[in-house]
């Protein structure tokens, strides 16, 4: 027991400072990819139920892909692929040119366009739940169509779309594991490095569990709490 204790303490002895490194890249990993992912999100339900075919199709084609392909094949294209193809381009203008991509934005990228593809869908499904009669009310009271889905829509919207992304955060939450195959010093990483060094596998890994599992009951309480909130302002 005490050996345990003096492998997860603080200091130069022990793995804690670099595992709260890596609880730190994890929740800081989430947070970046969760505003971008749901605007593009959002953006591409509005292309889906658009009545410009081009849209339609660009909307499709772009979930389709970022959500048939595997998570992590998705993260080896954006951190290796996008390296090679900017190198290459680079060096068309200086033979020297050495490109490497910040393995965070790779994740963050990656991350993102597959949150966003999931993502897009659950708004789709919100934006077909919300009546037709909703967006003729605003017409009907003189309000333009970016008035009528700021001050109509969206606060309906949210509220229908909130349990669905609220799941996609969890899955968000679990999938920052997969950005320590390219070198990310996030929770998983660092307990894998302490794992071999020590020869204390069990010890680090179930460290590991336990801490995603307290960063899903944190998100639990913390989107329950959300959900109230805003059905308390809908029934006002």
Do not use: C, H
Not at 17 to 34: K, P
Not at 38 to 53: D, H, M
Not at 103 to 127: D, H, K, N, R
Request: glycine fraction near 10%; hydrophobic fraction near 55%.
């Amino acid at each position: 027991m005490d050996g345990a204790l003096t492998l997860l303490s603080f200091g130069p002895e022990g793995w804690g400072d670099d595992i709260a490194w890596g609880v730190l890249v994890t929740v800081s990993l989430a947070l970046a990819t969760l505003p971008p992912g749901l605007l593009v999100g959002f953006l591409a339900a509005l292309a889906k139920q658009s009545r410009e075919p081009s849209l339609r199709l660009a909307g499709n084609i772009y979930t389709t892909i970022f959500r048939g392909l595997p998570d992590l094949l998705t993260l080896f294209l954006v951190f290796y692929g996008a390296q090679i193809g900017i190198q290459t381009v680079m060096r068309l203008f200086n033979p020297a040119a050495v490109i490497e991509i910040n393995s965070f934005v790779a994740g963050m990228i990656a991350l993102g366009v597959v949150f966003s593809s999931y993502a897009s869908e659950t708004f789709l499904s919100a934006f077909r739940a919300i009546p037709r009669g909703q967006y003729e009310g605003g017409y009907a009271i003189g309000l333009t169509n970016t008035q009528t889905m700021r001050l109509v829509i969206l606060p309906q919207l949210i509220r229908i779309a909130l349990p669905g992304l609220g799941n996609l955060w969890m899955i968000l939450l679990k999938d920052t594991a997969l950005v320590s195959v390219i070198g990310l010093s996030d929770i998983l990483r660092q307990t894998g490095i302490a794992a071999r060094v020590t020869k204390e596998a069990f010890l680090f890994f179930g460290v590991a569990t336990l801490l995603y599992l307290v960063l899903a009951i944190l998100s639990s309480i913390a989107l329950r709490r959300i959900e109230m909130k805003v059905g308390s302002e809908v029934r006002r």
